[in-house]
Nanobody, 121 residues
């Protein structure tokens, strides 16, 4: 059974940092594209960062470039999202995804349950 479990969310002050984790079981994240998404109240889910393969350079949304870093820990089957210099626009539920398409190669998608990040001003 495949599971993705996010953790690390919480309440943080403006300008602070958080490190989200997504622990995978039942799949090998080294073989799959991975991504972080977020969804703020009343808004659509948006892509924050994605990595199509281990060793490749992640791609980031413009709103988080220079502040967020996607990190694969292949040995621990975990994907992290290091978030620095947080602001109120970063308040959202954050989801990790494994699988999907990388170029023309597609695989089944798996999603975690989400973790809430709230940035206080």
């Amino acid at each position: 059974q495949v599971q993705l479990v996010e953790s690390g969310g919480g309440l943080v002050q403006f300008g602070g940092s958080l490190r989200l984790s997504c622990a995978a079981s039942g799949i090998r994240i080294s073989d799959l594209p991975v991504a972080w998404y977020r969804q703020a109240p009343g808004l659509e889910r948006e892509l924050v960062a994605r990595s199509t393969r281990t060793g490749g350079s992640p791609i980031y949304a413009d709103s988080v470039k220079g502040r967020f870093t996607l990190i694969r820990d292949v040995a621990r089957r975990t994907v992290h999202l290091q978030m620095n210099n947080l602001n109120s626009d970063d308040t959202a539920v954050y989801y990790c995804r494994a699988g999907g398409c990388a170029g023309s190669v597609c695989s089944q998608e798996y999603w975690g349950q989400g973790t809430q990040v709230t940035v206080s001003s």
